[in-house]
């Protein structure tokens, strides 16, 4: 029996792939990752990359950041004219939050909504097989999704 791997790696990086042993995973987790890769064909990419190394009917398990569900988290939202770009340059859903921990720094994140992840499952070759919300105090600020590999599933 294989032991688990782990493997750290920066998902926008060219051949972080080439790390990996080969595929045929049957789970591949991505906790608080896709809501901080910029652009949805970066998000793409990386699905396709994460279904490359699953099994045939392999399970993704992710979360994305619900923070639009906190009124806390809304107010540190900020204006993308702070780094100099304008909403027009940045796709629907994108924000720039203000990340005050010691001090003052920025934080791009994405906000997926059920209908967008659906939409990418269905794109990437995935059906999403589960879904639910936790975290926070109303247990509302991470969206758990996990998602069946439709490759090799006749």
Wanted: charged residues 20%.
């Amino acid at each position: 029996m294989n032991s688990p791997l782990f493997i750290q790696a920066g998902l926008t990086e060219i051949g972080w792939e080439d790390r990996v042993p080969p595929p045929a995973y049957d789970f591949v987790l991505a906790f608080a990752v896709l809501h901080h890769l910029p652009g949805e064909s970066t998000v793409i990419q990386a699905l396709q990359k994460i279904q490359w190394f699953l099994a045939p009917g392999g399970i993704f398990i992710f979360s994305v950041w619900q923070f639009l569900n906190s009124p806390r988290l809304r107010e540190r939202i900020q204006d993308w004219s702070e780094i100099g770009l304008s909403a027009s340059q940045v796709e629907r859903g994108d924000y720039l939050l203000d990340w005050r921990q010691g001090g003052h720094g920025l934080r791009y994140v994405h906000h997926f909504d059920a209908d967008e992840l659906e939409s990418l499952a269905r794109r990437c070759g995935y059906i999403c097989t589960g879904a639910y919300l936790s975290d926070g105090k109303g247990g509302n600020l991470s969206l758990y999704q996990t998602w069946k590999s439709e490759k090799g599933i006749v």
